[in-house]
T-cell receptor, first 112, second 114 residues
Framework: AQSVAQPEDQVNVAEGNPLTVKCTYS??????LFWYVQYPNRGLQFLLK??????LVKGSYGFEAEFNKSQTSFHLKKPSALVSDSALYFC??????????FGTGTLLAVQP | DAGVTQSPTHLIKTRGQQVTLRCSPK?????VSWYQQALGQGPQFIFQ???????QRGNFPDRFSGHQFPNYSSELNVNALLLGDSALYLC?????????????FGPGTRLTVT
């Protein structure tokens, strides 16, 4: 069965410091990997995706993610966090079934 | 350019009732997917519509049904509501069925079943 794990319910980071939000996945076939962000009372906003190509994917708002096939991971990163980055982040994966599976989300809190 | 719109924003229903939620896709998009997001959880895939037919379905009972109209808008119907159906229902649209097509999400409809 397909699954996505986000092991941290919450990540705390000081403004200006680098941030990492972790994600591991299990899908059949080649993985399609996504990161979305959700602000309170809003829908999900697309950040970035990996389908094929370079393992380092660059996305919106300065975010990037690194695909690691051997570790089946797709961690979200940003070199310098902003207070405005505080939100709920979802990792999602799909494979041969063509269905998108979401993780349970990680709340990112950036302190000024 | 309007993005994905959903109506209503909020809805309160009683157990056993039926509900219809509506979604208008982003301009130029022909594929609509529906997700259920329970409190504190990630979205769960309900089904996907393309060319007015259900193409993919997640692990949801037959109480959940849908429809897509010729203008690509879509409805989600839930019959015999249960307390556990209380959730945020998200609609997403894309320009194709496959996972390589980016999905744009609407703001959701908050359904409360009492």
């Amino acid at each position: 069965a397909q699954s996505v794990a986000q092991p941290e319910d919450q990540v705390n980071v000081a403004e200006g410091n680098p941030l990492t939000v972790k994600c591991t996945y299990s899908v059949s076939g080649n993985p399609y990997l996504f990161w979305y962000v959700q602000y309170p009372n809003r829908g999900l906003q697309f950040l970035l995706k990996y389908i094929t190509g370079d393992n380092l994917v660059k996305g919106s708002y300065g975010f990037e993610a690194e695909f690691n096939k051997s570790q089946t991971s797709f961690h979200l990163k940003k070199p310098s966090a902003l207070v405005s980055d505080s939100a709920l982040y979802f990792c999602a994966a799909g494979g041969a079934t063509n269905k998108l599976i979401f993780g349970t989300g990680t709340l990112l809190a950036v302190q000024p | 350019d309007a993005g994905v719109t959903q109506s209503p924003t909020h809805l309160i229903k009683t157990r056993g009732q039926q509900v219809t939620l509506r979604c208008s896709p982003k301009s130029g998009h022909d594929t609509v997917s529906w997700y259920q997001q329970a409190l504190g959880q990630g979205p769960q895939f309900i089904f996907q519509y393309y060319e007015e037919e259900e193409r993919q379905r997640g692990n949801f009972p037959d109480r959940f049904s849908g429809h897509q109209f010729p203008n690509y808008s879509s409805e989600l119907n839930v019959n015999a509501l249960l307390l556990g159906d209380s959730a945020l229902y998200l609609c997403a649209s894309s320009t194709g069925q496959g996972l390589s097509y980016e999905q744009y999400f609407g703001p959701g409809t908050r359904l409360t079943v009492t």
